[in-house]
C-alpha cells in the first residue's frame, strides 16, 4: 500500500477524472516508477512515495512521460547550480520567507482549485538581495509544494505578482538567459502544473522588459501570462475573497502565513541539505550525452532526451 497523504473527495474527484488516477493501481504505478529508476546509471532521485506520485499525477499517469519529467527534474537542476545548487535552509532564506515577498496562500481557488501564490515586492530590498536570491528562494517553496501540497499537484497553481513596489534597479537585474532556462524547467521539469501568471501594479518602465521575457517562454506559457492594470481589474477574473486580508479578502494575513510558511521551511532543513546527493551524472547516461545546448538550445528549441 502506498504511503500518500489521502484526497478530499473533491480533489479525488479531479485526480480520477482528470488525471486518471486508479487509486488502487498506484502502488503498482509506484513500483514500476522505482523500477525503471534502479536501471538508469546517471540519474539519483528522491524516491519516497509522496515525492513520485506528484510527477505521475503532473504526467497524468503516463509511465513514459513521468520517466522523461523526472530525467528532465533533475538534469535541469544539474545545468543550474546557480539557481539549484546550495539551497539550504540558512538565515539568508529565512529572512526572504520572513520579508513575505513570496507567500503560498492558504486557501485555494475553491474546494477542487489551483493554489494561488503572491508575490509582493514592499519589504523587498534589491540592495541585499538579487532577484536570482528570491528564484531561488521560490524553487525550494515549489519543490515543498510537489511533497505538500495536493490541490498544487492535482489542480495546479496560480501566481499573482504585484509589482506596485518593485524599484526599477530590480527590473535592471532581468537575466533573460535565465527566465528563458526556467520557463523550460517549469514546462518540461516541474511537476506542478502552472495554469495562469497574473501580473498587476505593472510599471510602465517593466512592460517593454516583461514582455521581452515572456517571449522567452515556450508558447503554452505565454498564453497563461495576463496583465491587469490594478487590484480592481484582477478581480475580475479572481474574486477578491481569495486573496489575503491586505488585499480586502479573507485568504489570511500574510505575516501569519510567512509564520507558519517558515516553520514548514525549517521543518525541510535537512531535506535540502542532503539535495546534493540527487542528480544526474552525464558520464553514465546510457545513449547520447545531454548538455546546456541540447536542453536550451540556441534559440530555445529543444531536443528529447534519451528515456530508455
Same mark, same amino acid.
Given at each position: 500500500?502506498?504511503?500518500? %497523504?489521502?484526497?478530499?473527495?473533491?480533489?479525488?474527484?479531479?485526480? *480520477?477524472?482528470?488525471?486518471? *488516477?486508479?487509486?488502487?493501481?498506484?502502488?503498482?504505478?509506484?513500483?514500476? =516508477?522505482?523500477? !525503471?529508476?534502479? &536501471?538508469?546509471?546517471?540519474?539519483?532521485?528522491?524516491?519516497?512515495?509522496?515525492?513520485?506520485?506528484?510527477?505521475?499525477?503532473?504526467?497524468?499517469? $503516463?509511465?513514459? #512521460?513521468?520517466?522523461?519529467?523526472?530525467?528532465?527534474?533533475?538534469?535541469?537542476?544539474?545545468?543550474?547550480?546557480?539557481?539549484?545548487?546550495?539551497?539550504?535552509?540558512? @538565515?539568508?532564506?529565512?529572512?526572504?520567507?520572513?520579508?513575505?515577498?513570496?507567500?503560498?496562500?492558504?486557501?485555494? !481557488?475553491?474546494?477542487?482549485?489551483?493554489?494561488?501564490?503572491?508575490?509582493?515586492?514592499?519589504?523587498?530590498?534589491? #540592495?541585499?538581495?538579487?532577484?536570482?536570491?528570491?528564484?531561488?528562494?521560490?524553487?525550494?517553496?515549489?519543490?515543498?509544494?510537489?511533497?505538500?501540497?495536493?490541490? $498544487?499537484?492535482?489542480?495546479?497553481?496560480?501566481?499573482?505578482?504585484?509589482?506596485?513596489?518593485?524599484?526599477?534597479?530590480?527590473?535592471?537585474?532581468?537575466?533573460?538567459?535565465?527566465? #528563458?532556462?526556467?520557463?523550460?524547467? /517549469?514546462?518540461? /521539469?516541474?511537476?506542478?502544473?502552472?495554469?495562469?501568471?497574473?501580473?498587476?501594479?505593472?510599471?510602465? *518602465?517593466?512592460?517593454?522588459?516583461?514582455?521581452?521575457? #515572456? $517571449? =522567452?517562454?515556450?508558447? &503554452?506559457?505565454?498564453?497563461?501570462?495576463?496583465?491587469?492594470?490594478?487590484?480592481?481589474?484582477?478581480?475580475?477574473?479572481?474574486?477578491?475573497?481569495?486573496?489575503? @486580508? @491586505?488585499?480586502?479578502?479573507?485568504?489570511? %494575513?500574510?505575516?501569519?502565513?510567512?509564520?507558519?510558511?517558515?516553520?514548514?521551511?525549517?521543518?525541510? &532543513?535537512?531535506?535540502?541539505? @542532503?539535495?546534493?546527493?540527487?542528480?544526474?551524472?552525464?558520464?553514465? %547516461?546510457?545513449?547520447?550525452?545531454?548538455?546546456?545546448?541540447?536542453?536550451?538550445?540556441? *534559440?530555445?528549441?529543444?531536443?528529447?532526451?534519451?528515456?530508455?
Amino acid at each position: 500500500m502506498a504511503n500518500l %497523504r489521502p484526497l478530499s473527495a473533491e480533489l479525488r474527484r479531479i485526480a *480520477e477524472t482528470e488525471l486518471n *488516477e486508479v487509486e488502487d493501481r498506484v502502488p503498482a504505478d509506484l513500483e514500476a =516508477l522505482r523500477d !525503471w529508476l534502479a &536501471k538508469q546509471p546517471h540519474l539519483r532521485a528522491r524516491q519516497d512515495d509522496q515525492f513520485l506520485v506528484g510527477f505521475l499525477r503532473g504526467c497524468k499517469f $503516463s509511465l513514459e #512521460k513521468t520517466k522523461s519529467k523526472l530525467d528532465h527534474f533533475y538534469t535541469i537542476k544539474t545545468l543550474m547550480p546557480e539557481l539549484f545548487g546550495k539551497r539550504l535552509v540558512d @538565515e539568508k532564506n529565512l529572512i526572504l520567507c520572513r520579508y513575505g515577498t513570496y507567500v503560498r496562500l492558504p486557501k485555494p !481557488w475553491g474546494t477542487d482549485g489551483p493554489r494561488l501564490q503572491l508575490t509582493n515586492y514592499e519589504k523587498f530590498d534589491p #540592495k541585499e538581495f538579487k532577484l536570482l536570491d528570491l528564484f531561488r528562494y521560490q524553487t525550494m517553496i515549489s519543490e515543498q509544494s510537489i511533497r505538500e501540497d495536493d490541490h $498544487s499537484n492535482i489542480s495546479g497553481y496560480i501566481e499573482i505578482i504585484d509589482m506596485a513596489k518593485m524599484s526599477l534597479s530590480f527590473l535592471a537585474q532581468l537575466d533573460f538567459t535565465l527566465i #528563458k532556462r526556467m520557463g523550460i524547467f /517549469a514546462e518540461k /521539469a516541474q511537476p506542478t502544473r502552472l495554469k495562469g501568471v497574473h501580473l498587476i501594479n505593472c510599471p510602465k *518602465e517593466g512592460v517593454a522588459l516583461l514582455n521581452l521575457a #515572456k $517571449s =522567452l517562454m515556450p508558447s &503554452k506559457l505565454q498564453q497563461r501570462f495576463h496583465v491587469h492594470k490594478n487590484l480592481e481589474q484582477l478581480n475580475e477574473v479572481i474574486p477578491r475573497e481569495y486573496l489575503p @486580508e @491586505e488585499y480586502g479578502g479573507n485568504n489570511g %494575513r500574510i505575516a501569519d502565513i510567512q509564520a507558519e510558511a517558515e516553520k514548514q521551511l525549517l521543518s525541510y &532543513k535537512s531535506y535540502f541539505a @542532503e539535495d546534493s546527493q540527487y542528480g544526474v551524472d552525464e558520464q553514465l %547516461r546510457p545513449g547520447k550525452r545531454v548538455n546546456a545546448d541540447s536542453i536550451f538550445g540556441a *534559440e530555445g528549441s529543444f531536443r528529447k532526451l534519451d528515456i530508455d
